[in-house]
């Protein structure tokens, strides 16, 4: 299996600041990754997929990047809303899926 | 706007069987990709497994901790996914998502439907 990891485990900001999530995968893949959020009691949302398009409907300060084994999840000036955990998933043609455990942003 | 809606969870002892239901509305289900994720309480995400449409071949994958005791499939005429669950375990405790299946990115989720297997 492609095993996810994510660096910080958890952090600690304040609104307008930058954010930035990283995600590693154990080996090299071709397709996606998807990064979603998720607030305590409800379902995950996807953010971001195929490593840097945005969903629909999300804002615009979400943005990903990266390619590889090495990802990024961008918050550009946290909003209240976007206290939450955000885990990044591996869709490569290798199953499983993977997700990674997951980053906790909340408030300074 | 896609809904998709779990039901059948609850409270089994461990060798029991459960199945959960997944109704859809809002989404072409006879063409979407369909799948299942589960989370501990207080946990990270696990895949469970995937079905592709019958127009994609209908497979069918599952994780390797559930893979010969759980079953995923599908009803179109009743825009509906299952996921039959048999030899259950203490460690299958979990909220169960159903979800679809975007090339890999799952970009609508239930609920959430809460399995407990405790004796």
């Known amino acids: 299996d492609i095993q996810m990891t994510q660096s910080p485990s958890s952090l600690s900001a304040s609104i307008g600041d930058r954010v930035t999530i990283t995600c590693r995968a154990s080996?090299?893949?071709?397709?996606?990754l998807n990064w979603y959020q998720q607030k305590p009691g409800k379902a995950p949302k996807l953010l971001i997929y195929?490593?840097?398009s945005l969903q629909t409907g999300v804002p615009s300060r979400f943005s990903g990047s990266g390619s590889g084994t090495d990802y990024t999840l961008t918050i550009s000036s946290l909003q209240p809303e976007d206290f939450a955990t955000y885990y990044c998933?591996?869709?490569?043609?290798?199953?499983?899926?993977?997700f990674g455990p997951g980053t906790t942003v909340d408030i300074k | 706007e896609v809904q998709l809606v779990e039901s059948g969870g609850g409270l089994v002892k461990p060798g029991g069987s459960l199945r959960l239901s997944c109704a859809s509305s809002?989404?072409?289900?006879?063409?979407?990709?369909m799948g299942w994720v589960r989370q501990i309480p207080g946990k990270g995400l696990e895949w469970v497994g995937r079905?592709?449409?019958?127009?994609?071949?209908?497979?069918?994958d599952y994780a390797a901790p559930v893979k010969g005791r759980v079953t995923i499939s599908r009803d179109d005429s009743k825009d509906t996914l299952y996921l039959q669950m048999d030899s259950l375990k203490t460690e299958d405790t979990a909220v169960y998502y159903c979800?679809?299946?975007?090339?890999?990115?799952?970009?609508?989720w239930g609920q959430g439907a809460l399995v407990t297997v405790s004796s």
């Open positions: 979800t679809t299946d975007r090339y890999g990115a799952l970009d609508h």
């Open positions: 809002g989404l072409s289900f006879t063409s979407a990709w």
């Open positions: 079905i592709k449409s019958k127009t994609d071949g209908g497979k069918i």
């Open positions: 080996h090299v893949f071709i397709t996606t």
């Open positions: 195929a490593a840097s």
């Open positions: 998933q591996q869709s490569s043609d290798i199953l499983p899926f993977t």
